[in-house]
T-cell receptor
Framework: AQSVSQHNHHVILSEAASLELGCNYSYGGTVNLFWYVQYPGQHLQLLLK??????LVKGIKGFEAEFIKSKFSFNLRKPSVQWSDTAEYFCAVNRGFGNEKLTFGTGTRLTIIP | DVKVTQSSRYLVKRTGEKVFLECVQDMDHENMFWYRQDPGLGLRLIYF???????EKGDIPEGYSVSREKKERFSLILESASTNQTSMYLC?????????????FGPGTRLTVL
């Protein structure tokens, strides 16, 4: 069965710092990769997704992620974070078509200090 | 805009009660999912459904059942609630198999079992 690891449980950064959140998955076949974000008190929403093509994916709010197949990784990055980026971030993966069930990582809580 | 709604944002029940959590989506999606979200564990899939009256177990189905009598509605049932089922429950839906779309999430129901 596939699994997803997010090694950073809680990250604290100052505004304008650069961000990188790690995500590794364990499945050798074709995968679809996602980053979701949950702002305090709000529902889960999609930040970005990778299905195929350019391994560098750009999402909303200045986020991007790079799929490195050889490392089974899909790390999330942002060059300069803002206080409003304080949220919980989840990496997720599924196989085959996009509607297959998602396997989520345990999440990374990001706190931005003004 | 896709809308996934859940019947309650907060629910408090007693041990042994039968609990119904309702989820409705308004975009004619075939596939619907129930997850629970717990701190440090991320989202875990309980059950999913590919069509009316069809259901499949997810990763943690024990203590739960589901019902899908109509395409737009997917109910999660706790037959006899226990304190370890205190959690945030998230419903999601996604359209036709084979698309590269992603799951749309509802706002969640925070269930407390006393």
């Amino acid at each position: 069965a596939q699994s997803v690891s997010q090694h950073n449980h809680h990250v604290i950064l100052s505004e304008a710092a650069s961000l990188e959140l790690g995500c590794n998955y364990s499945y050798g076949g074709t995968v679809n990769l996602f980053w979701y974000v949950q702002y305090p008190g709000q529902h889960l929403q999609l930040l970005l997704k990778y299905f195929s093509g350019d391994p560098l994916v750009k999402g909303i709010k200045g986020f991007e992620a790079e799929f490195i197949k050889s490392k089974f990784s899909f790390n999330l990055r942002k060059p300069s974070v803002q206080w409003s980026d304080t949220a919980e971030y989840f990496c997720a993966v599924n196989r085959g078509f996009g509607n297959e069930k998602l396997t989520f990582g345990t999440g990374t809580r990001l706190t931005i200090i003004p | 805009d896709v809308k996934v709604t859940q019947s309650s944002r907060y629910l408090v029940k007693r041990t042994g009660e039968k609990v119904f959590l309702e989820c409705v989506q308004d975009m004619d999606h075939e596939n619907m999912f129930w997850y629970r979200q717990d701190p440090g564990l991320g989202l875990r899939l309980i059950y999913f459904s590919y069509d009316v009256k069809m259901k499949e177990k997810g990763d943690i189905p024990e203590g739960y059942s589901v019902s899908r009598e109509k395409k737009e509605r997917f109910s999660l049932i706790l037959e006899s609630a226990s304190t370890n089922q205190t959690s945030m429950y998230l419903c999601a839906s996604i359209p036709l198999m084979g698309t590269t779309d992603t799951q749309y999430f509802g706002p969640g129901t925070r269930l407390t079992v006393l």
